[in-house]
């Protein structure tokens, strides 16, 4: 019983796979009509089909995962900018930069981090001014962001160059 219930979630799975693969315009569409009717129609899959479908989607969550990365680093610029610190059009450069999917100057991943130093001090003291600890956010960890954020500008513009 159990088996057929993992079979199904299986199934389940990758036809929502499937459909989110189209919905991004990744890879062949008629080929994942294909194997959607197989699914369907409950035939097995060829293992050359089953590769395909794993490889597209590692391709997706990887765009899925860079992108996130940009826009968690975007958000970051816009917060400073709206607590005014830092050189505004510096900033300003930098989305732009990052927006156009352009590598930064590690000065400029330096400058970030720095700014960022600055926004986490203002913003742990104003917290414990308000004594807000209760409703605590998940925090994202910017230094590993900012770290990482050449390497996701430039799988971002290799993935999306193959498509």
Do not use: C
Not at 2 to 19: F, G, M, P, S
Not at 131 to 147: A, F, G, P, Q, R
């Amino acid at each position: 019983m159990q088996r057929v219930l993992d079979e199904e979630h299986r199934i389940e799975w990758t036809k929502r796979a499937i459909e989110k693969l189209l919905q991004s315009g990744r890879g062949d569409a008629a080929r994942f009509d294909s194997i959607m009717h197989l699914l369907e129609e409950e035939i097995p899959v060829p293992e050359s089909e089953i590769k395909y479908l794993k490889e597209q989607y590692k391709v997706v969550l990887l765009i899925q995962h860079s992108t996130k990365k940009l826009e968690w680093v975007t958000g970051l610029i816009d917060n400073l900018r709206r607590n005014e610190i830092g050189d505004y059009q510096r900033l300003s450069y930098i989305k732009k930069a990052i927006e156009e999917r352009k590598p930064l100057p590690g000065n400029e991943i330096t400058y970030l981090k720095d700014k960022y130093k600055t926004l986490d001090i203002i913003t742990k003291n104003s917290q414990n001014e308000d004594h807000k600890d209760t409703n605590e956010k998940e925090e994202i960890d910017y230094n590993s962001v900012l770290d990482g954020l050449n390497d996701a500008i430039t799988q971002l513009q290799v993935l999306q160059a193959k498509n």
